[in-house]
């Protein structure tokens, strides 16, 4: 079902720019004005001065100007038509783990196609930013993160591939390599034919290639018509989901309310590590289980939502909690949402959707709640970037 190909990938030269490990960056939606601040500082080729620009008319031309510059300097070559394999490893909760997956050039799908599966709903400003950018760039900054079920992974064991760079970036270490034999790449591509993809990471980025790909009236097999895109299995044993917790400031008494829709009992903190319940909350240091009532009403929610606990937080505790008044607040880090919840503040703990719920969610057409899921950890910016001119 899903078409994809190879891309001529602009990548750094080291001789020139630099180490890539002074180069690479998360990708824009993760990084604090503080944060981009040092990775810039760091080389004067940081591409978070191409990824994250000030969000105006000059700085979208500034992004521009410096991706040109580095081309006509060398510090950016392009390759040859490759897909690039990419290993991640990292650590969470002390456990070292490494995820692998492939970037390549997706073709673009509507969701009503059935091929290219969202999960989540999206923010229209975000989009509104990451147009301009692909306006002025001509360029995918940064891939869409896709799942597959990952039997077209198979096509490529033992494929060999040269070295295409290896960086360091907080700690997490990653390797890259070039797979250009034609044999390779048309069974991958082959082989993906046969599947869905399934949105992880970067809804924001599709839809913005999607409008932009509408907006040039864009043949099927026009550069425009495709994606940089990370595809990883959704049974990779480094596939990781973090829950988005949910930090309450206010709203008390709509909270208060809400929770006449919940059996209460208690938990103790400990009892987090071994399987977070779906939904806790957490005030004044008193930690509390929450589960609906039998009787409690979810008719609101699609059916496919209504076994998830943060669709179940969203509708039943707070939805009356910002009726009444409350700010909300998003956590990925358990540890840090807990210690949150100091002064008058609330922390809802939520449990993360597992990749089979997701599948599920999304097969079903449905979508879920902004700030569900967190894919951790994030697919650098930089290692490899798809230039619209190149193909």
Not at 333 to 360: E, F, H, K, N, Q
Request: aromatic share 6%; glycine share 8%; proline share 6%.
């Amino acid at each position: 079902m899903a078409e994809v190909r190879p891309f001529a990938g602009l990548r750094y030269d080291e001789r020139i720019a630099g180490p890539l490990s002074d180069l690479i960056c998360p990708p824009y939606d993760v990084i604090s004005a503080d944060e981009r601040r040092r990775l810039a500082a760091r080389n004067e080729r940081s591409f978070v001065r191409v990824e994250l620009p000030d969000a105006t008319a000059a700085g979208y031309a500034e992004a521009a100007r410096l991706l040109e510059r580095w081309r006509h300097e060398g510090a950016l070559r392009a390759d040859g038509a490759s897909l690039y394999l990419h290993e991640h490893d990292f650590t969470l909760d002390g456990a070292r783990a490494t995820r692998r997956g492939v970037f390549v050039a997706l073709r673009l799908y509507e969701a009503s196609d059935g091929i290219v599966l969202p999960h989540e709903r999206t923010f229209p400003k975000a989009k509104a930013d990451r147009l301009e950018l692909l306006r002025a760039t001509r360029a995918n900054t940064s891939p869409i993160f896709g799942m597959i079920d990952g039997r077209a992974f198979s096509t490529l064991g033992g494929t060999p591939g040269e070295d295409a760079g290896s960086a360091t970036l907080g700690g997490d270490a990653h390797r890259l390599r070039r797979i250009t034999a034609t044999a390779a790449i048309e069974r991958f591509a082959e082989a993906m034919r046969d599947e869905r993809v399934y949105i992880a990471d970067g809804h924001h980025r599709y839809e913005t290639a999607l409008a932009y790909a509408k907006e040039r009236e864009a043949a099927p097999g026009a550069p425009e018509s495709f994606v940089l895109t990370y595809l990883c299995a959704l049974d990779d044993p480094g596939l990781r989901i973090l829950g988005t917790h949910r930090i309450v400031s206010g709203g008390a008494a709509g909270m208060d309310a809400a929770l006449r829709a919940f059996d209460a009992s208690p938990i103790d903190r400990a009892a987090l590590g071994e399987r977070q319940p779906g939904i806790v909350l957490v005030r004044d240091g008193v930690f509390t289980r929450l589960e609906p009532r039998p009787d409690a009403d979810l008719s609101a929610l699609p059916p496919a939502w209504r076994a998830l606990p943060v669709a179940i937080a969203e509708e039943l505790l707070l939805r009356q909690a910002r009726e009444a008044g409350a700010e909300i607040a998003y956590e990925h880090d358990t540890d840090r949402a807990i210690d949150a919840a100091r002064g008058g503040r609330a922390a809802v703990l939520i449990r993360a959707v597992d990749p089979a719920t997701l599948r599920s969610v999304a097969d079903a057409g449905e979508r879920l709640p902004q700030k569900t899921t967190y894919f951790y950890p994030k697919v650098p910016t930089g290692l490899v970037i798809r230039s619209l001119d190149l193909g």
